[in-house]
């Protein structure tokens, strides 16, 4: 013997009605209603218990049963007003010659919030500045530094002339000093003999 399901009825809105549908869970109402979405979630739909308004729906299971939100006055009366366009006028004369009658006065729009201020710069202008601190400071003592290094380079060659010449001058001195001693010791042994 097949189970039977157990039906419930469920309602959502559609447009100026109501969509009410016997199905056995809100997966079949919404596949019934066509829906993709769950209008559950959304509480756009709902579970109907009032068993007046069940009825009509249990008596065909599965097939949407559509009732009307109110009568078609209540329906209109519900619409917001709407405006008629102002008709433009050919010039002042027709106006004077032909008075239309005043207009509503329209409701003032409402005054625009006031913007925001603009973002201040003055954290992004010290940074900036910062930067460009640091790397004129940078430069600065990277010229200094080249220029100290120019120096000691220069000071580096003078000093190797000097050596260069002062070893030679001591070579000279020290060559003139071996010849004197040598010549002074052969005059000592020959004394000696």
Partial sequence: MARV???KVYRTVAGFYDAYVAAPSQKAALAAW????????RGIAEQVTDPALMAEPLASPGTVVKHSRGTTAEQIAALPEQRAPAAPRDSDADAEADPKPTAK????PQAKPKPKPRPKRDELDAAEEALTSLQADFNRK???LA??????ARDRRAL???????IEAAEDALRGQKQAYEEAVRRWRASQE
């Fill in 160 to 166: 190797e002339q000097a050596r260069a010449s002062s």
């Fill in 34 to 41: 066509g829906s993709d979405r769950d209008l559950f979630a």
């Fill in 147 to 152: 220029e100290r290094e120019a120096a000691l």
């Fill in 105 to 108: 006065p329209r409701a003032k």
């Fill in 142 to 144: 990277k010229k200094d």
């Fill in 5 to 7: 399901q157990k039906l």
